[in-house]
């Protein structure tokens, strides 16, 4: 069986282990194709030909229309527009939480790129700590090597202080220069991950740097 996710097919068979369930995915776009297929198998056994009658049940399959790639609109204020969204993490309404990216646990969409900004007062700095980690890419998640990547900054634009992030080696636990930070997941059109899941938290200056 294959899906056809803006032109991008994958395949979400496994021959060899036919116990197998795909992870969930996600369309970047308004349109998803599920494509179903069977073939007639033989096993050449001699010289006779032997066709396999073994029956399969076949798959049962769950969808649901969201929008904004699943964000809780009304929690994070997620803003999506043409492959881009931008999510923003308020202290005055949350001093904590979680942030994931789009279709966690599941494959997240490929040709997307997220902003998560996190805006805390003046007394105030932003902890951030990933937990899982899971973005495809090798090296120093360049271009050349046609990886995804995060960004870490504490700036609206990139902190030349923070490398990229990419594979499976998740950054540390980061604590922002002031009461702004920015992290930025991005992806390109060639393969995908289960991608991350962090927590923020922010802190009070004058309780926790004394």
Do not use: W
């Not at 798959?59 to 609109?73: A, M, Q, V």
């Amino acid at each position: 069986m294959t899906v056809n996710l803006n032109n991008q097919n994958y395949d979400l068979c496994n021959c060899i282990n036919i116990s197998f369930t795909p992870r969930q995915i996600i369309s970047a776009s308004n349109f998803l194709q599920i494509r179903f297929r069977t073939v007639r198998r033989s096993f050449e056994t001699g010289q006779s030909s032997v066709h396999s009658r073994k029956n399969y049940s076949g798959y049962l399959l769950r969808y649901r229309f969201t929008k904004d790639f699943g964000f809780d609109s009304i929690e994070s204020k997620a803003l999506v527009k043409n492959g881009e969204c931008n999510i923003y993490f308020n202290s005055t309404q949350y001093q904590n939480g979680y942030f994931t990216t789009p279709n966690y646990p599941g494959l997240y969409p490929r040709d997307l790129e997220c902003h998560y900004f996190f805006i805390g007062l003046k007394n105030e700095k932003v902890q951030i700590t990933f937990h899982t980690f899971d973005i495809e890419g090798v090296n120093q998640c360049g271009a050349d090597t046609k990886s995804d990547y995060v960004e870490l900054s504490n700036f609206q634009n990139r902190d030349r202080f923070y490398s990229r992030f990419c594979g499976v080696n998740k950054p540390g636990t980061i604590i922002s220069d002031g009461g702004f930070f920015h992290v930025t997941f991005y992806s390109n059109n060639v393969f995908d991950g289960k991608g991350f899941q962090a927590s923020f938290y922010f802190l009070n200056t004058s309780i926790y740097f004394i």
